[in-house]
């Protein structure tokens, strides 16, 4: 049982280079999330989604688009990566109505 | 949401008790009280949670005030691989967690 797995675990974007970032989770969690967290701060959800075919905006979700064509992936896309964008991403996800989230081990991003 | 207010860090020696605060004055009735850790180079991870009493588990204990406007994580003996920085969630039913900066929490051998 893997739990949440991200990929990558690391990366660096040139400024304007694109990327997609994957979460897979395989506990038939109807709940997924991304995050982010800049140094030295708590996290901030990007987008999350309820279910598979249907995503919505977090706390900060300009400059970012997500997936979730299949329930065990959603996916965290970047068109145009900015260095603001440097940060660890983080995917979670939970069950309906479940007090309790799991988390990946994140990715590590770096735009230059 | 729940505005949240934690010490931004906060140190224990090892074996010995932590109370880690954290005050929500603007909970609302439905809002439970979640408390997750977040080890270093790690996603976090789920500690405990309640609504309006005490609850314990085999990782911590959570005392929750009366009037719900605070509420105080208890580590009983905390070991080195408690240090990490804990975050208080108070969030609904709905399933979206909203972290602040939390409480650092350093254990000194």
């Known amino acids: 049982n893997a739990g949440v797995t991200q990929t990558p675990k690391f990366r660096v974007l040139k400024t304007g280079q694109s990327m997609t970032l994957l979460c897979a989770q395989d506990?038939?969690?109807?709940?997924m999330y991304w995050y982010r967290q800049d140094p030295g701060m708590g996290l901030r959800l990007i987008h999350y989604?309820?279910?598979?075919?249907?995503?919505a905006k977090g706390e900060v979700p300009d400059g970012y688009n997500v997936s979730r064509l299949k329930k065990q992936n959603f996916l965290l896309g970047l068109e145009s990566a900015a260095p603001s964008q440097t940060s660890v991403y983080f995917c979670a996800s939970s069950y309906l109505g479940s007090t309790e989230a799991f988390f990946g081990q994140g990715t590590r991003l770096t735009v230059v | 949401d729940a505005k949240t207010t934690q010490p931004n860090s906060m140190e224990s020696n090892e074996e010995e008790p932590v109370h880690l605060p954290c005050n929500h004055s603007?909970?609302?009735?439905?809002?439970?009280i979640h408390w997750y850790r977040q080890l270093p180079s790690q996603g976090p991870e789920y500690v405990i949670h309640?609504?309006?009493s005490n609850v314990n588990n085999r990782m911590a204990s959570l005392a929750i005030a009366e009037d719900r406007k605070s509420s105080t994580l208890i580590l009983h003996r905390a070991t080195l691989r408690d240090a990490a920085v804990y975050y208080c969630i108070p969030k609904s039913n709905f399933n979206k967690f909203y972290f602040g900066s939390g409480t650092k929490l350093n254990v000194k051998p």
């Open positions: 603007t909970i609302s009735g439905t809002d439970y």
């Open positions: 506990m038939n969690h109807e709940y």
């Open positions: 989604s309820v279910g598979e075919g249907t995503t």
């Open positions: 309640g609504l309006t």
